[in-house]
């Protein structure tokens, strides 16, 4: 049982540049999320999927695109990497109990 | 619009003493409080959570109270240790039928020897 996992781990693009950032999860669980952590900001959520096929946007979606074809996949697309969009990103998921359980995160950083 | 509150930014106590981090949140139909620990370079780990029928819940050295009324809650470490040093993140889940968590924007926790 791996729980959340992402790649890659870290990851430089240039400005322009698109590239996808890979979740997945082996806990059946529905509902699946993306967040970006820059440094006192918190995480703040892009997008969530509350199961397959069906997703949404959270706070600070723009540049950003999901889709959700199974349960145990979620990957994030950034459609055209700008310098705003170096970050450290999360992806997690949970079960019909609220508790959320994170990856290990993707080091972005786009110059 | 949705937001949670944290303070303070940062927080220095010495070995043995007690740390406390506050939170708001604005969303009075939020029913669930979680608190994750982060650790350098590392996944946020949930320490403790509360929903909002109960007042306060304990684990060993750590704590936490919630006040509907006041729509805040609080995370209490009791007896800290250097390994309790990290940040720590308040959250919030929007109310019943939403699956979004609003996170407060973290404290640092340096506990001195």
């Known amino acids: 049982n791996a729980g959340v996992t992402q790649t890659p781990k870290f990851q430089v693009l240039k400005t322009g540049q698109s590239m996808t950032l890979q979740c997945a999860q082996d806990?059946?669980?529905?509902?699946m999320s993306w967040y970006r952590q820059d440094p006192g900001m918190g995480l703040r959520l892009i997008h969530y999927?509350?199961?397959?096929?069906?997703?949404d946007q959270g706070e600070v979606p723009n540049g950003y695109n999901v889709s959700r074809s199974t349960t145990e996949d979620f990957p994030l697309r950034l459609l055209s990497a700008a310098p705003s969009q170096t970050s450290v990103y999360f992806c997690?998921?949970?079960?019909?109990?609220?508790?959320?359980?994170f990856g290990p995160g993707t080091r972005l950083t786009v110059l | 619009g949705e937001n949670v509150e944290q303070h303070p930014s940062t927080l220095s106590v010495q070995e043995g003493d007690s740390a406390v981090i506050k939170c708001t949140y604005s969303?009075?139909?939020?029913?669930?409080f979680p608190w994750y620990k982060q650790e350098l370079g590392k996944r946020p780990q949930l320490i403790i959570d509360?929903?909002?029928?109960?007042g306060e819940k304990k684990d060993q050295r750590i704590a936490v109270t919630l006040n509907k009324t006041a729509k805040h809650f609080s995370l209490h470490i009791t007896e800290t240790q250097p390994e309790d040093s990290a940040v720590y993140f308040c959250?919030?889940?929007?109310?019943?039928?939403?699956?979004?968590?609003?996170f407060g924007t973290g404290t640092r926790l340096k506990v001195l020897a």
């Open positions: 806990m059946n669980h529905e509902y």
């Open positions: 969303d009075s139909a939020s029913n669930y």
């Open positions: 959250a919030a889940l929007m109310g019943p039928g939403t699956y979004k968590y609003i």
């Open positions: 509360i929903r909002s029928n109960v």
């Open positions: 997690a998921s949970r079960g019909r109990a609220d508790t959320q359980y």
């Open positions: 999927s509350v199961g397959a096929g069906i997703t």
